[in-house]
């Protein structure tokens, strides 16, 4: 049996370990699974199945050739055929791997932080990336905003890119013939309070709804929004380890700076809500007749919130329709198998041509 070891910078929640730990759920019958994150305390290592796993926080620093050879001697000992690696610093210790242990390897770009967050040094961690990913046997793009950055902006080789869009395993679905008529509407939204994630948007949208507002997350800017604890319309629901109640509300949106193809925003589309996103990345490509795209001003989100709250039992319909046909992991594991195989059964040229699922 092939094994497979999965490298995540942090195992806390997020959009990447929720990922992460699905395809180990798809997995872990055809292949040994291993992961190498941080914390052996966080969400991921207790949610996540694994035949061993290696946890240790200096996979957080920038470098750390101490990290490098531990995770190198890791792989060697559970003689690993293939390498996923996703998130920034993950990305490159499970990339610079292979100059201490030859095995295949992916990175997998959820949203391009070298773009979206690099700031003046976007130049140097762009190139970073365009150098790393010629040690890369493939670059898989869970959006299709993110594999034309990769392309047109780092300029990764076409044949090192892969196509395969966020997918999920389904969730509970929304009934809203159970629901009281005369009820606030209640939208939620998941996200750790951290940049680039937009709360306080929804926050000030609030004063022009009625409706309630739900907010399911943890982060450092958590202490910003300390002074709305009290308003009745505004809900903090804390940290919610592998949080899948999404049928419990009517709304879903997810107000962002930047993102790639937010997982959230999947799992509330196969809960059946419709969406209202930021115009950002790969959020246009989760919107069409179930939801609406904003631009990031209060009075855009209210707008869409309004239209949303009207529309929600269509939008919530055709939500589910486009789940079931692009998004549905369940049936679509098959697409990441092949992929995966194909990556283990390279000829000693590691060429590849790109495949789009």
């Known amino acids: 049996m092939k094994r497979i070891l999965f490298v ?99 990175y997998v770009g959820h949203g391009w932080s070298s773009i979206y967050n690099g700031g003046k ?28 950055k990769a392309k047109d902006v780092i300029g990764i080789d076409p044949g090192r890119l892969k196509l395969i869009k966020n997918k999920i395993l389904p969730l509970k679905q929304v009934d809203y013939s159970n629901r009281d008529p005369k009820a606030k509407p209640k939208i939620i939204m998941v996200a750790r309070f951290r940049s680039p994630k937009r709360q306080d948007l929804a926050i000030e949208a609030m004063k022009h709804l009625d409706a309630e507002l739900y907010l399911v997350g943890d982060g450092p800017l958590m202490k910003k929004y300390e002074k709305y604890k009290l308003d009745p319309k505004i809900h903090f629901l804390g940290d919610i380890d592998g949080f899948d109640e999404f049928y419990k509300y009517d709304i879903f949106t997810l107000l962002s700076d930047s993102e790639g193809l937010p997982l959230s925003a999947v799992e509330a589309m196969s809960a059946g809500l419709p969406l209202v996103l930021s115009d950002v990345g790969g959020c246009p490509e989760l919107i069409n007749g179930n939801g609406v795209l904003v631009k990031n001003s209060v009075d855009s989100v209210v707008e869409g919130l309004k239209d949303a709250i009207k529309n929600k039992e269509r939008y919530s319909k055709r939500s589910l329709e486009i789940f079931d046909r692009d998004f549905n992991l369940a049936k679509s594991r098959d697409i990441y198998i092949d992929f995966y195989e194909s990556i283990m059964n390279l000829d000693q040229n590691n060429k590849i041509l790109p495949i789009f699922g």
């Open 8 to 106: 995540i910078t942090k195992s806390e929640n997020g959009g990447a370990q929720t990922w992460v730990k699905e395809q180990i759920d798809i997995l872990k019958d055809h292949y040994k699974v291993y992961i190498a994150t941080d914390d052996e305390k966080g969400w991921l290592l207790k949610a996540a199945y694994s035949d061993a796993t290696l946890s240790d926080s200096r996979i957080r620093k920038l470098f750390s050739f101490g990290y490098l050879y531990q995770l190198s001697m890791f792989a060697k000992k559970n003689k690993i055929d293939l390498v996923i690696a996703n998130t920034a610093n993950a990305g490159v210790y499970g990339r610079l791997i292979q100059l201490l242990y030859s095995t295949k390897m992916i």
């Open 121 to 148: 040094l976007t130049f140097i961690y762009t190139t970073i990336e365009k150098l790393l990913s010629y040690i890369t046997d493939s670059v898989l793009c869970v959006s299709e905003s993110d594999y034309k």
